[in-house]
């Protein structure tokens, strides 16, 4: 795919003009990270804003992973990328140290830019070099039948009830003492650890993860690479899911054609009891320049600019399962989706609670990681917070996601 399409690009520039007035479109590379699924979303995006947009051509170049993109980035190059899609939480570093170009020219234009109603229209930050592009957050997915079965009607909103579902749900089915199912498995990922204690204290945070380390140490959760929790919850063998959610709308068709044997549900992870709302925490992936000449950074902006447009944002969310990004464009999907569909009640969970906070900088998801790590090793609970970016009174309002 990424040859054709450079040689798709390379054919336009060097075709001959088809008349007096033709000109060879300016060529945009972009460099990403992005997983399969979404590298393919984000070559049909591309595509369609060139269709829209003939006087440019986008060139992908995909990397394996984000510490690799780094790596290219640094290294001396006589033809680097005009545009980044980057993890947010890399951008204050590249921003600090010049690789990214200030937005606040392009984004104050009063022809080119973001009005200010449309940046109030925004859920997700912009930063002084970056739009938000894809945003995901943390759920709590379940069997339903088992949930009932330990005596819940729906996934539980505090930990003590989580508690309950983990010990209840694990099954010993040989008898050797040890749970051969699992109450809960979640991935073995930061942000996993991120979604748990968004808006808590030094102090509740404490608590929850003296409870998590508890369960762990029981055996009736697990942490697992991704792929092996979630095969695990769709082949029955757990009660609960924490996960990312990407994982939703694939989950919800499985469960509509039946191959599902049990009853879906999903909410956001427990919540703070004085919290009237759910807060949803999120991460993900910001659009950034980082084009050195003044004509690749003006129509850089351009496919920037036409990214955040209510129309692109809605197809983007549905073809990347991304949280939408924009409280217009949620509001419409909210009426597409329709009341009865899980992905209608996680557009309601973004716009009533979605927040990044202070997470998001530069180290986040490797110190959440660790933290995760240290955590299942048995390493004590203040010592795995530590390092953490935790208040000791939280500082999340219920001004969240308003």
């Not at 190059?77 to 545009?83: A, I, K, N, Q």
């Not at 204050?92 to 009063?110: I, M, N, S, T």
């Not at 809960?184 to 942000?191: E, F, K, L, S, T």
């Not at 044997?261 to 703070?272: D, I, K, Q, V």
Request: aromatic share 8%.
């Amino acid at each position: 795919m990424r040859v054709r399409r450079w040689l798709w690009a390379l054919a336009l520039l060097v075709s001959p003009a088809c008349g007096p007035l033709a000109r060879p479109p300016r060529l945009l590379v972009l460099w990403h990270a992005l997983d399969r699924e979404r590298a393919a979303a984000l070559a049909r995006l591309t595509e369609a804003y060139m269709a829209e947009h003939p006087e440019s051509a986008i060139y992908i170049e995909a990397f394996p992973g984000p510490a690799e993109l780094r790596a290219r980035l640094e290294r001396p190059s006589e033809r680097g990328p005009d545009l980044l899609v980057v993890p947010a939480e890399m951008v204050p570093d590249l921003f600090q140290a010049g690789r990214l170009v200030p937005l606040a020219r392009w984004l104050e234009d009063p022809t080119l830019g973001l009005p200010p109603e449309e940046r109030g229209d925004l859920l997700a930050p912009l930063t002084p070099g970056s739009v938000p592009f894809l945003r995901e957050g943390l759920l709590l997915y379940a069997d339903l039948d088992r949930l009932m079965e330990s005596g819940f009607d729906q996934p539980p909103a505090d930990w003590e009830a989580v508690r309950q579902v983990c010990v209840r749900g694990a099954l010993d089915l040989n008898g050797d003492g040890r749970p051969d199912t699992a109450g809960w498995v979640a991935p073995r990922d930061g942000w996993v650890l991120q979604g748990w204690l968004a808006g808590r204290s030094r102090r509740s945070a404490q608590g929850i993860l003296e409870r998590v380390q508890t369960m762990l140490r029981w055996g009736c959760a697990q942490l697992l690479e991704p792929s092996t929790a979630l095969r695990m919850f769709v082949q029955g063998e757990t009660a609960m899911l924490f996960g990312p959610s990407r994982w939703l709308p694939e989950l919800e068709r499985k469960a509509a054609a039946g191959r599902l044997r049990f009853r879906l549900a999903a909410a956001p992870p427990p919540y703070r009891p004085d919290f009237e709302r759910p807060v949803l925490a999120g991460w993900g992936w910001d659009l950034a320049i980082a084009a050195a000449d003044p004509g690749q950074q003006q129509a850089a902006w351009a496919f920037l600019r036409w990214t955040l447009r209510p129309e692109v944002q809605a197809r983007w969310a549905q073809e990347a399962h991304s949280l939408p990004l924009r409280r217009s464009v949620g509001e419409r999907l909210r009426g597409l989706l329709g009341s009865a569909s899980l992905q209608s009640s996680l557009v309601e969970w973004t716009l009533e609670g979605y927040q990044e906070g202070a997470w998001v900088d530069g180290g986040t998801a490797a110190r959440l990681t660790e933290a995760l790590r240290l955590l299942e090793g048995g390493v004590e609970v203040p010592a795995v917070l530590a390092p953490l970016p935790i208040p000791e009174e939280a500082e999340i309002s219920e001004e969240v996601g308003r």
